[in-house]
């Protein structure tokens, strides 16, 4: 186990929680009278319904394995008790790159990150660029393919 804490959002760590305890106490409980009644069917070994229903519980349970280890060393953040200018997790950033376009992102846990939604890991090459930096400071950021790029913070909010 990692000692690096996975932090989280509030909404991230309900997230998990939620999906867990459905896993836990609906989907898998489902899942296991499911392939009850198909194994009670006969033959297991050609039995589509049996043998789906074992694949659907295997993963279940990796699920389950995954979201308890990830669970196992939650550090919940809440951006609304952050304060300041600086960036730190759970920011709200707005940034303006080399050709004045201008982009809103949020700074979030690994396990939350939705490009659609604008929110970036914090471990993220332009989340840790961003780390500490404050209104007016220039970053620079490399992107896979070698090249940069160049952004300018505008603005820093939490809540």
């Given at each position: 186990m990692s000692d690096t804490p996975n932090y989280m959002t509030p909404a991230g760590y309900q997230r998990f929680v939620d999906e867990s305890q459905w896993l836990a106490r609906v989907e898998r409980p489902r899942v296991v009278v499911e392939v009850q009644?198909?194994?009670?069917?006969?033959?297991?070994?050609?039995?589509?319904?049996?043998?789906?229903?074992?694949?659907?519980?295997?993963?279940?349970?990796?699920?389950?394995?995954?979201?308890?280890r990830r669970l196992a060393n939650v550090q919940v953040v809440d951006p609304k008790m952050q304060k300041g200018d600086r960036v730190f997790f759970g920011a709200t950033v707005e940034l303006e790159d080399e050709e004045a376009v201008v982009a809103t992102w949020h700074i979030v846990g690994e396990d939350e990150v939705d490009l659609e939604k604008k929110h970036i890991s914090w471990k993220s090459p332009l989340g840790r660029a961003l780390l500490k930096k404050g209104v007016d400071d220039v970053i620079t950021v490399k992107r896979p393919d070698g090249a940069t790029l160049e952004y300018t913070v505008l603005a820093v909010r939490y809540g």
């Open positions: 009644d198909a194994a009670a069917q006969g033959d297991r070994s050609e039995n589509a319904e049996y043998i789906y229903g074992k694949k659907r519980l295997r993963e279940i349970d990796r699920r389950l394995n995954f979201l308890s």
